[in-house]
């Protein structure tokens, strides 16, 4: 089965930083591109950013609002992909899920980062 | 303001056909694959349709993507109560260099 476990969200004061993981089982992660998505409460679908595999040069895209502050990392030896966030904002609170379209696509279940002092 | 149109509700009666459109620019729908994914209430979103058409394995045939030029399309034939949900277009966009969302289109069963 297809799975996808996002953990390390929490309440972070603006301007802190917070690490969050994504544990990847029943595909092969080394074959797939890997992307964070975010939602605000009551609000739509946001891309983050996305990695290539190491074949691909684990390239990185990031969306316009996180570019320089957010860091998108994979071990492959661990089937994780990792989503480094610095200089949190309060408009950075949401739901942030990890995915991916490859084998048929796999969303996690989510993790509620909230930036509040 | 979503890079991608979407209208923000539909609805239809059960049985019926629904199609929710996805509006672009050549940067994005133009020349890229459309990704469509449903979100049930309270849930992760789930890839609906991949690579304009493609439904994924355990999705029924009663979905189906089309796209043409710089629209794309979902239909949902024999409508039917657990279909009420959001439904979302992505695409990426060469120009951004990043992946666009549409804003979501809320399907009510009636």
């Known amino acids: 089965e297809v799975q996808l476990v996002e953990s390390g969200g929490g309440l972070v004061q603006p301007g802190g930083s917070l690490r969050l993981s994504c544990a990847a089982s029943?595909?092969?992660?080394?074959?797939?591109?890997m992307s964070w998505v975010r939602q605000a409460p009551g609000k739509g679908l946001e891309w983050v950013g996305r990695?290539?595999?190491?074949?691909?040069?684990?390239?990185?895209h990031y969306a316009a609002p996180v570019k320089g502050r957010f860091t998108i990392s994979r071990d492959d030896s661990k089937n994780t992909v990792y989503l480094q966030m610095n200089s949190l904002k309060t408009e950075d609170t949401a739901v942030y899920y990890c995915?991916?379209?490859?084998?048929?696509?796999?969303w996690g279940q989510g993790t509620l980062v909230t930036v509040s002092s | 303001q979503s890079v991608l149109t979407q209208p923000p509700s539909a609805s239809g009666t059960p049985g019926q056909r629904v199609t929710i459109s996805c509006s672009g620019r050549s940067s994005n729908i133009g020349s890229n694959y459309v990704y469509w994914y449903q979100q049930l209430p309270g849930t992760a979103p789930k890839l609906l349709i991949s690579?304009?058409?493609q439904r994924p394995s355990g999705v029924p045939d009663r979905f189906s993507g089309s796209k043409s030029g710089t629209s794309a399309s979902l239909a949902i034939s024999g409508l039917r109560s657990e279909d009420e949900a959001d439904y979302y277009c992505?695409?990426?966009?060469?120009?951004?260099?990043?992946?666009?969302f549409g804003g979501g289109t809320k399907l009510t069963v009636l």
């Open positions: 690579r304009n058409n």
């Open positions: 990695i290539k595999t190491k074949t691909d040069g684990e390239t990185t």
């Open positions: 995915a991916t379209d490859y084998s048929g696509g796999a």
């Open positions: 029943g595909f092969t992660f080394t074959d797939a591109w």
């Open positions: 992505a695409a990426w966009d060469d120009s951004l260099s990043g992946r666009v």
